[in-house]
């Protein structure tokens, strides 16, 4: 599930979490204690949002066939509404249902500040670490190992390229390995077809964060402490810095914009997931055949080449009173390969679930990337998101980011100097410390 409205979101999740203990996903979750043997029956309620909600409802309905005597409700909030509902609910211990859907960035704030909100899914959830996309497995994951949710979708990043645009400029797609050959690239392909070489919004950080998961690392390491002016972070702002310096970005102010710019063929390439294929396929039909995808380049040093940007899981509350009925639902939406696989048919939900990912359907040819298998590299690339630290502090410290980014890219601040600058001000407001 694409994050459209991240940004909006955002600031509800900064006040919502004021006050949150310093430090990642900690120790908790419910008392209630699961048992995966147990016969299941009654119902449940689930929270979710626009597609997600209408594959839940297709699957509570299967599951209540294949579990007599159980009944699935599934209620789409809204994704608007979602985050106060769950909030509130949160601070009130009440009115929360069984199920909420919850995106990965904003799961380690609620468990920080409740953390007996949650119900700890180890006992169905034991032997599944490994048969999901990592990045999420560690972000739902409690410091003494509990499991507060189980991960939905991925978000797995590649390199999006018109390929009419590269062939133009004498560029072979297999040649874009590593960044450090980007700068020259674009002037290349610039020069060859008067476009720029990526479109992106600045306002938000571009692909700053992208770009460090890439590299392993985020705002924050494993001891909560600062990391964003480091030299992996200096060097990413330095490179985008130079970028814009050469008229390479085409900097835009919000999604409308960017899908806009995409249709207009403004830009020559674009840092993007997987969910991005709908909204070319969905929005701009008559570019059928212009399109072409590969892994990200690589940064010095690293052999990965892909990151994250978006996903979800679904989490059972303390406060359901039917967690047993919830848990075996969950793992059988989730945990389940033809269930995944069905959702990727009908929803358009990229599948965490990497057993999922293995499926002939992720192999079929797509005549709007001329016949590219592009589903198959982004399963093969999922397993490889390299996992990052979020916190509770992560809303409030991205906005500063994203400021520091602006400062730097757009206004000329020396990057360094820029995130060093961010670094201390996330420091005074989380009273964190920034790693030596």
């Known amino acids: 599930m694409k994050l459209l409205r991240a940004l909006a979101v955002a600031a509800v999740v900064a006040v919502s979490l004021a006050g949150c203990a310093a430090g990642g996903v900690g120790a908790g979750g419910s008392s209630a204690k699961l048992d995966p043997h147990a016969k299941v029956s009654g119902s449940i309620t689930v929270w979710s949002w626009d597609t997600a909600a209408t594959a839940l409802k297709r699957l509570g309905a299967s599951y209540q066939k294949s579990h007599p005597g159980t009944t699935i409700k599934v209620i789409d909030v809204g994704y608007d509404n979602a985050y106060d509902k769950i909030s509130v609910g949160l601070q009130a211990g009440s009115g929360l249902p069984d199920v909420v859907t919850i995106e990965t960035d904003h799961m380690p704030g609620y468990v920080t500040q409740f953390p007996k909100g949650f119900v700890d899914l180890r006992p169905v959830a034991a032997g599944l670490k490994n048969d999901f996309d990592p990045s999420k497995w560690a972000a739902n994951t409690g410091k003494d190992g509990a499991v507060y949710a189980l991960p939905w979708d991925s978000g797995t990043i590649a390199l999006f390229y018109r390929s009419d645009y ?44 992208t770009l460090l998961q890439q590299q392993g690392q985020g705002i924050f390491n494993a001891k909560g402490q ?72 690589e940064f010095s040093g690293s052999d990965v080449r892909t990151s994250n940007n978006g996903g979800s899981n679904l989490a059972v509350t303390s406060q359901s009173k039917n967690p047993q009925l919830a848990a075996s639902f969950v793992e059988y939406a989730l945990a389940d390969k033809s269930n995944q696989v069905s959702m990727m048919k009908q929803e358009g939900i ?64 020396d990057p360094k100097s820029a995130l060093e600058g961010a670094a201390k001000q996330i420091a005074t407001a989380t009273k964190r410390t920034i790693a030596g």
Do not use: C
């Open 350 to 413: 990229f599948p965490s679930y990497l057993p999922a990912l293995k499926d002939p359907l992720f192999t079929e040819p797509s005549p709007y990337f001329g016949g590219q298998k592009v589903y198959q590299l982004f399963a093969q690339q999922t397993a490889n998101i390299p996992p990052v630290v979020y916190t509770s502090d992560n809303p409030a410290a991205a906005t500063i980011v994203d400021n520091a980014v602006v400062a730097s890219v757009v206004n000329g601040q």
């Open 166 to 209: 590269l062939k133009q400029a004498g560029v072979d797609p297999s040649s874009l390995t590593s960044w450090n050959d980007m700068l020259e690239v674009g002037k290349k392909i610039k020069a060859a077809t008067g476009h720029t070489l990526f479109t992106m919004d600045l306002s938000t950080g571009g692909y700053f964060q």
């Open 226 to 297: 600062i990391t964003i002016s480091d030299d992996a972070a200096v060097k990413t702002l330095t490179m985008l810095q130079q970028l814009y310096k050469a008229g390479l970005i085409n900097n835009v102010k919000g999604w409308d914009a960017e899908v806009s710019a995409a249709k207009n063929g403004n830009s020559a390439m674009d840092v993007n997931a997987v969910w991005w294929i709908g909204t070319l396929t969905s929005e701009m039909p008559e570019l059928s055949g212009r399109f072409g995808v590969t892994e990200l380049p």
